[in-house]
């Protein structure tokens, strides 16, 4: 199959996307995902050719040599922190239906939130980032939450609210529950929920994923109203993956001065 009946694909006819997971690769290992063509290659003794190639024709390329005549990856989603640079753990989810709570009022929803893909090579007991990419490029975005002066730069993602934890969409999105409380003497509409998805992980079966839950209460402290958001780990039977963010070096410049 190549890349053009990769772009044609109906994302709800999951079969034809690979699944995620660990592979070991003898000979060669073809992966379908939405937009994008993984070829994986022996090439030599103990040594594997790698190559990613997207809808755009962008394309990567590595050499991979390994201690034995076997590789061994595994596919898996990561947090969305890397895309289309790194540059902050918050994540904004715009969702697409504000939900209304009344004074004393508690709710939990599902819904979409965004993520990205990572492949690791597994050796020993470690694993090792090889590649990360979005196969969502649309939605991968930032914003500024708040004032321009202090607000907070985020990953900004619009949200739909869904029924089940298998209704993310296959590599592109997770599912993640919301538990929302108001503990306020008014009513409240909440139309976007602001957190730092880096402590979140996230877990896969098939081709699904799903991530941690976040706790949200909104309540009077004093003369304030606020927030209290909270990161909870679930209790699932689905693969944890492993983490991988992207580290930003700073360049150092020193400048000459006649």
Request: net charge negative; glycine share 4%.
């Amino acid at each position: 199959m190549d890349l053009l009946q990769i772009k044609n694909m109906n994302e709800d006819t999951n079969s034809n996307y690979s699944d995620y997971g660990v592979y070991s690769i003898e000979d060669s290992l073809e992966l379908l995902l939405p937009d994008t063509i993984i070829k994986i290659k022996k090439i030599g003794k103990n040594v594997f050719s790698y190559t990613r190639k997207d809808a755009e024709d962008n394309i990567l390329e590595k050499t991979i040599p390994v201690s034995s005549s076997e590789l061994t990856i595994e596919l898996a989603p990561i947090r969305p922190l890397n895309y289309p640079a790194r540059r902050t753990d918050y994540l904004y989810l715009d969702l697409d239906t504000p939900i209304f709570l009344s004074s004393g009022a508690s709710a939990v929803v599902l819904v979409n939130c965004p993520i990205e893909i990572g492949v690791f090579i597994i050796h020993g007991g470690n694993k090792d980032s090889l590649d990360w990419f979005t196969c969502n490029h649309v939605d991968s975005r930032f914003c500024l939450y708040g004032n321009p002066e202090s607000g907070t730069l985020c990953n900004y993602s619009q949200s739909k609210i869904v029924e089940s934890i298998d209704s993310s969409t296959p590599f592109r999105n997770a599912v993640i529950e919301i538990t929302l409380k108001n503990e306020l003497s008014r009513g409240i509409t909440v139309s976007k929920l602001v957190f730092p998805i880096s402590e979140h992980s996230i877990y896969y079966k098939n081709s699904k994923a799903i991530v941690d839950s976040l706790n949200g209460t909104f309540k009077k402290k004093l003369t304030l109203e606020i927030s209290d958001v909270d990161a909870v780990a679930i209790q699932t039977d689905w693969t944890k993956s492993p983490t991988y963010e992207r580290i930003e070096n700073v360049k150092h410049i020193d400048l000459g001065v006649d």
